[in-house]
Each structure stands twice: as C-alpha cells, then as structure tokens.
C-alpha cells in the first residue's frame, strides 16, 4: 500500500514555530555557510510551508533521495571534506532543511527540534563571543516554546507557553552556573575537533612581497590584548616580535619553518629591567606567537623559540589562547657570527636591482664604516623626498630600484626590503622581522590593545661588537608611525597622508567600553581554566582544592538545588486544600455509613441515605440544603448551619 503524500494542513498551526526554531539556530553558521545551502534551507523552508498551507503533496521519496544525494555532494567539494566544524555544520543544515520535505506529524517536527539544538551547540566550536551567551538563552527559549506549542492543548494560549517556557529557564540556571563554576576543569580537552577552514584567519603572513602589510593595515581587528603587570613600555619601545625572513629572490622575503633552537636564548644577553606582561592572543591558524621584543621567559605550552629568537608553537594557533611573557627592551643578541651565516644573511640574487646595488657600494665607501653606512642610509631616506602611504604605486620587475629612484612612495614593507637590499648589497647581514609595532592603551580596561593596523616590518643588521641591532628604517621617513602609532596618528590628523581614517572621539570612546567588555569575557568566562578555578575555589575558602572536593562540592550543591526547585514544585502544584463546607459535608458522609459513587450529586446520595433509614430524613435534608448552599451559592450563615446540622448527628 503506497504511503499517502498529501498534507491535510494540520500541522499549519505548528509550522512556524519549527520554521522559526531552525532559522534561530542557524543563522549564526549563516557567515561560514556557502551561500548556496543558505539558499537551499530558505527555498526548502518557503516550499514545506506553501504545501501545508495549500494541501499540496510533499516530494517523491526519490525527488528527496537526489537532492540529499547532490547537497551531500556539494557540501563534500565545497570543502573537500565531511569532518570539522565547518563541513559538519554544512552538512547538518541541509539536512535539517530537507528533513521539512518529510514531516507528515508532529514527531518529526520533534525530529527538527533536536536538530536544532544541535545547530545551536555546534555554533560554539567555532567561537564563544560575547553574544553567545544572549543568544543561546533566546534560541533554547525559542526552541523550548517550539515544543511546548506542539505538545500544547487547544486551550494552552502562546502567553502560557511563554511562561512555562521561562519558568523552565530559570529552574535551569542555578544548575548550569553551578556546573560551569565547580566541574572540574582539565588543561587539554576530551575530544579534539578539527577547525572550521571554510573563513581565512586575519594575520601576518609568513611571506613579505611589498604590499602584503599594506592590506592588514586597513583593518581595526584585534591581533591581542596586552596587560602588563608595571608600567607599560613607550610606543617607540613596542616591537612585538613574530618572525623572521632570511631569503629574498628579488622580490618576495621567505622565512625558514619554526624550528627548535636549543642555542636561541643563550645568544640573548638581557639588558635593563624585565618586563612582565600577559598577552591574549586571537587564533591565527598560524604557528607564530607574539612578544614584546626579545622575550626570555613565556608560559605557553608547546612554545619554542627558533634560531631567530622568534617564538613558535608545535600546533597552529587555532583557538584564543592567555600567556604570560617576560621581555627585555634592552638586549644585545648573537654578538659572534660565522663566515658561513654571515654569507647567509647576505645573500642577494644575481643581476636584481643593479641601481640598488650601485648606490649601497658607492655609499658604503663614502661612510668609510658599517655603522657610518647604516646612520648614511637612514639621513637618505629621512632627507630626500620619500613619502610613507598605504597606497603606493605598483611596483614591476626589479622593484627595489623602482621604489627608490622613481617612486619613493611606499609602506613599512618597502622601506625594510629596500634597506635590507642595500645592506646585502655590501655584505652587511641583514634579516627583516615581521610583527606588530605600538598598541593603543585602553584606559577602560587598562590593556594595551595590538590591532591589525599595527603590522609592521622592520630590519636587523648585524655589526661586529653589537651583533644584531634593530633598525627601523620607517622611523627615518615617518617618525610619528613608531612614535606615537596608528591610532594616535590618526586621531591627529597625521595619518590621513597615510590613508588611515578614525572615527569621532565619541565613537571611540564607545569602541574602547565595548573592548574592555570583550576582555572582561575572554579573561573570566572563555579564560576560566584550571589555574583560574583553583584562584576561585580559594577565594571561596576551599583550601587546596582538587577534583575530588570539587566534584563532591558540585554534587552536594545540584542536589541542593534540585531539593529546593522540586519544593518550589510541590508547593505550586500541591492539590488544593477542601474548602470548610467540603470538609463538615466529608464528616457526615462518614458518620452516614454509606459512600456516594463516582458522579453522585449530594441529592442523590441523600436519597440513597432516606432508602437506608440510618439517619432521619430532617437531618439529611438540613445537610444537604446548607451544604449545596454553602458550597456552590455561597450564602452567608450556610456554613454555620452546616456545621450545627453535622455537629449534633449522634
């Protein structure tokens, strides 16, 4: 017998709140969807809802086996995969879509209410902003209502599933705060899943062609917070170092993979102070890790510093992650080089940039030293007219010669390439270091905060005496870039010969509030780790605290809880107390020796009662009348009457 296929439009009542829980649930993976399956569940939604509505039959069970088969097919070649984040979370939206096509009853609308729970759960592999704690209240309430009104009688009202619904939210609260604050925390996670790849990170590349920074600097993306533990180095003194290009073809600066160098940090001789500060670092799918320059001691685990000094990680940056770092402004590195790296870092490919070359051996032998050429150089581009923008000319073949005798217009990373090319070109080492330069100090939060816009590329030559020193040659051309920073620059109208912009003051105040906000969550809500837990269990008085007091503190406070809201239950639901006229008409029920069946009106019983002769007919009258008067007229002196008439049968 063939299934019927035709709806009867029962479900039309029902079908919104389905609709609306599946849309709540998705439109957070609507930004890393492709835009084809945003379609497709729109499409599916508007097609599912247009056959209840117009009786219309659902789609042949092959019509639904093709499309599941060809989106099952889209989703793997959009991203060459099923597994992850990204592709799971594709593939669970159109399913869930074409999951409309197939619901004849109201269980298999429970079926896409599940569905959407988990659309709702998975949204936070990817990331926990701070609306993701509003919005999962507002989708779990949605939901939650969703299957009320299916489950609902015809005369429960929407106020009412309301109302349950939220009464139902917060008996859930208390048990969730309570579970989040005292289960266990471990430092690696159950389960790994692999990352969402379907959006590029925003970050420093690990290859420099002039232009790449460029791009980054036009946006306002956090890179990572900074709060320092004393007084926070001036901006000229904010180097933050990532990593370091020793390879250049002509035209693009390569770097090595991060590598271990067990001799990295014995080249390092501290000078001054330390500088104690803790970084919040956003992922980058990359494995470079960000310090203020040079950094000696870092508490990452899994962090490494290469033979370049630069810091690196074994495993991408995938997620947010805190770390502690101990940095010196003052330092001298590498003082001793041999002839074969010397070589190395001097290396320049044949026959590029000849003009380049021609003026750093002119210069070099005008300086008569090392030291004389490098301060030579810097005096060159400070005087002559060359001019820092972020929208230079493109540059063609041989670009250094290009950008210093024609164009002279150019960013952090035409000025560091070009002053490496001169340096090699005399046999100078030179290598150029990518990172962030500046910070902008959030007075709210009292964190330095590192934008996107603060990429910049510098260089380091090495001298005999004082091995590796930095020089900035974008200090030379545009001092108030490493002086007073971006944002500052931009504020003061210096940067809008560089193409920077800002907003009003007021706005920037209302930027600088909302970033303290986002700080204040990632450190006490996503930053709620083991150690964090162990500070709050002694804060709370739990002394040396470990898994085992924490899961009997959890234990004891959810039964607890559970004790008091199923108390609050009880006392809601309790069966009402029987009103005085009930209770006296109980006593003469008991007295008459007789019980009244199941649908007897008190006149009925007293006539059984008269038949029984067990009590005189005056007293079962008087009963009776003051009884129904009492208790459904609700005449006044009734109950007295009541009460005399019961209290004198014998």
Same mark, same amino acid.
Request: glycine share 8%; charged share 20%.
């Given at each position: 017998?063939?299934?019927?296929?035709?709806?009867?439009?029962?479900?039309?009542?029902?079908?919104?709140?389905?609709?609306?829980?599946?849309?709540?649930?998705?439109?957070?993976?609507?930004?890393?969807?492709?835009?084809?399956?945003?379609?497709?569940?729109?499409?599916?939604?508007?097609?599912?809802?247009?056959?209840?509505?117009?009786?219309?039959? =659902?789609?042949?069970?092959?019509? +639904?086996?093709?499309?599941?088969?060809?989106? @099952? #097919?889209? %989703? $793997?070649?959009?991203? !060459? /995969?099923?597994?992850?984040?990204?592709?799971?979370?594709?593939?669970?939206?159109?399913?869930?879509?074409?999951? =409309?096509?197939?619901?004849?009853? +109201?269980?298999?609308?429970?079926?896409?209410? @599940? #569905?959407? %729970? $988990?659309?709702?759960? !998975? /949204?936070?592999?990817?990331?926990?902003?701070?609306?993701?704690?509003?919005?999962?209240?507002?989708?779990?309430?949605?939901?939650?209502?969703?299957?009320?009104?299916?489950?609902?009688?015809?005369?429960?009202?929407?106020?009412?599933?309301?109302?349950?619904?939220?009464?139902?939210?917060?008996?859930?609260?208390?048990?969730?705060?309570?579970?989040?604050?005292?289960?266990?925390?471990?430092?690696?996670?159950?389960?790994?899943?692999?990352?969402?790849?379907?959006?590029?990170?925003?970050?420093?590349?690990?290859?420099?062609?002039?232009?790449?920074?460029?791009?980054?600097?036009?946006?306002?993306?956090?890179?990572?917070?900074?709060?320092?533990?004393?007084?926070?180095?001036?901006?000229?003194?904010?180097?933050?170092?990532?990593?370091?290009?020793?390879?250049?073809?002509?035209?693009?600066?390569?770097?090595?993979?991060?590598?271990?160098?067990?001799?990295?940090?014995?080249?390092?001789?501290?000078?001054?102070?330390?500088?104690?500060?803790?970084?919040?670092?956003?992922?980058?799918?990359?494995?470079?890790?960000?310090?203020?320059?040079?950094?000696?001691?870092?508490?990452?685990?899994?962090?490494?510093?290469?033979?370049?000094?630069?810091?690196?990680?074994?495993?991408?940056?995938?997620?947010?992650?805190?770390?502690?770092?101990?940095?010196?402004?003052?330092?001298?590195?590498?003082?001793?080089?041999?002839?074969?790296?010397?070589?190395?870092?001097?290396?320049?490919?044949?026959?590029?940039?000849?003009?380049?070359?021609?003026?750093?051996?002119?210069?070099?032998?005008?300086?008569?030293?090392?030291?004389?050429?490098?301060?030579?150089?810097?005096?060159?581009?400070?005087?002559?007219?060359?001019?820092?923008?972020?929208?230079?000319?493109?540059?063609?073949?041989?670009?250094?010669?290009?950008?210093?005798?024609?164009?002279?217009?150019?960013?952090?990373?035409?000025?560091?390439?070009?002053?490496?090319?001169?340096?090699?070109?005399?046999?100078?080492?030179?290598?150029?270091?990518?990172?962030?330069?500046?910070?902008?100090?959030?007075?709210?939060?009292?964190?330095?905060?590192?934008?996107?816009?603060?990429?910049?590329?510098?260089?380091?030559?090495?001298?005999?005496?004082?091995?590796?020193?930095?020089?900035?040659?974008?200090?030379?051309?545009?001092?108030?870039?490493?002086?007073?920073g971006t944002s500052d620059a931009a504020f003061d109208g210096i940067g809008e010969n560089w193409g920077?912009?800002?907003?009003?003051?007021?706005?920037?105040?209302?930027?600088?509030?909302?970033?303290?906000?986002?700080?204040?969550?990632?450190?006490?809500?996503?930053?709620?780790?083991?150690?964090?837990?162990k500070s709050f269990m002694r804060w709370l008085g739990m002394l040396e605290p470990t898994w085992r007091?924490?899961?009997?503190?959890?234990?004891?406070?959810?039964?607890?809880?559970?004790?008091?809201?199923?108390?609050?239950?009880?006392?809601?639901?309790?069966?009402?107390?029987?009103?005085?006229?009930?209770?006296l008409y109980a006593r003469f029920v008991a007295r008459s020796g007789l019980q009244p069946r199941t649908?007897?009106?008190?006149?009925?019983?007293?006539?059984?009662?008269?038949?029984?002769?067990?009590?005189?007919?005056?007293?079962?009258?008087?009963?009776?009348?003051?009884?129904?008067?009492?208790?459904?007229?609700?005449?006044?002196?009734?109950?007295?009457?009541?009460?005399?008439?019961?209290?004198?049968?014998?």
């Amino acid at each position: 017998m063939a299934r019927p296929r035709g709806t009867d439009g029962s479900l039309l009542t029902s079908l919104p709140w389905a609709l609306a829980a599946l849309g709540i649930a998705i439109a957070p993976h609507v930004p890393f969807l492709p835009p084809w399956i945003t379609a497709a569940f729109l499409g599916c939604a508007v097609w599912r809802y247009v056959v209840e509505k117009r009786r219309r039959s =659902l789609p042949a069970s092959w019509v +639904r086996a093709a499309l599941a088969l060809t989106c @099952f #097919l889209g %989703v $793997f070649f959009t991203y !060459s /995969s099923i597994s992850g984040v990204g592709p799971g979370s594709a593939l669970l939206t159109i399913m869930a879509a074409l999951k =409309l096509l197939e619901t004849r009853r +109201r269980r298999d609308q429970f079926v896409l209410l @599940f #569905l959407s %729970v $988990f659309l709702v759960m !998975s /949204s936070l592999l990817r990331e926990q902003y701070l609306w993701s704690a509003p919005y999962l209240v507002i989708s779990v309430f949605v939901i939650m209502t969703a299957w009320l009104r299916m489950s609902a009688g015809a005369t429960q009202t929407t106020r009412e599933s309301f109302r349950t619904g939220t009464r139902l939210l917060a008996y859930a609260v208390p048990l969730a705060a309570v579970m989040w604050i005292f289960f266990p925390r471990i430092s690696v996670p159950f389960w790994a899943v692999p990352v969402d790849t379907s959006r590029a990170a925003t970050g420093i590349s690990d290859t420099m062609s002039p232009g790449d920074i460029s791009s980054l600097s036009l946006s306002d993306a956090v890179a990572f917070r900074v709060s320092f533990d004393g007084v926070i180095p001036e901006p000229r003194d904010r180097y933050w170092r990532g990593l370091v290009l020793t390879r250049f073809n002509g035209r693009t600066w390569t770097g090595r993979e991060p590598s271990i160098s067990g001799a990295a940090r014995d080249e390092i001789v501290a000078l001054g102070d330390p500088i104690e500060y803790e970084v919040t670092l956003e992922p980058t799918r990359q494995q470079w890790v960000f310090a203020l320059d040079m950094p000696m001691a870092w508490s990452l685990p899994q962090t490494f510093m290469g033979p370049h000094q630069e810091l690196a990680r074994g495993i991408p940056l995938d997620q947010r992650v805190a770390y502690d770092v101990t940095s010196y402004t003052s330092f001298r590195v590498g003082t001793d080089l041999s002839d074969l790296f010397r070589r190395w870092y001097s290396a320049l490919p044949e026959d590029s940039n000849p003009r380049s070359a021609e003026l750093a051996r002119r210069m070099r032998g005008e300086a008569g030293s090392d030291e004389a050429f490098v301060e030579s150089v810097l005096t060159m581009l400070h005087e002559q007219e060359f001019y820092y923008t972020l929208e230079p000319p493109p540059l063609g073949s041989d670009p250094v010669d290009r950008f210093l005798f024609e164009t002279r217009r150019g960013f952090c990373e035409h000025y560091a390439s070009a002053f490496a090319v001169l340096m090699r070109s005399v046999g100078i080492p030179t290598r150029i270091v990518l990172g962030y330069q500046g910070g902008e100090l959030n007075p709210l939060g009292g964190h330095l905060i590192v934008r996107q816009s603060d990429a910049h590329a510098w260089t380091e030559v090495w001298l005999a005496g004082d091995g590796w020193v930095r020089v900035d040659p974008t200090a030379a051309v545009a001092p108030e870039r490493v002086e007073i920073g971006t944002s500052d620059a931009a504020f003061d109208g210096i940067g809008e010969n560089w193409g920077f912009t800002a907003p009003s003051r007021w706005v920037h105040q209302v930027a600088m509030a909302w970033d303290t906000i986002n700080a204040r969550w990632n450190e006490w809500i996503l930053g709620y780790g083991p150690e964090t837990q162990k500070s709050f269990m002694r804060w709370l008085g739990m002394l040396e605290p470990t898994w085992r007091k924490m899961m009997v503190t959890l234990i004891a406070l959810v039964i607890g809880i559970v004790m008091v809201i199923s108390l609050v239950l009880m006392f809601r639901y309790r069966p009402p107390q029987k009103d005085e006229a009930a209770r006296l008409y109980a006593r003469f029920v008991a007295r008459s020796g007789l019980q009244p069946r199941t649908g007897e009106t008190p006149r009925h019983f007293a006539r059984r009662l008269q038949h029984a002769g067990n009590i005189g007919q005056g007293t079962i009258d008087t009963i009776t009348a003051a009884y129904m008067e009492a208790r459904y007229a609700g005449m006044e002196g009734a109950h007295q009457r009541l009460r005399q008439a019961v209290d004198a049968m014998k």
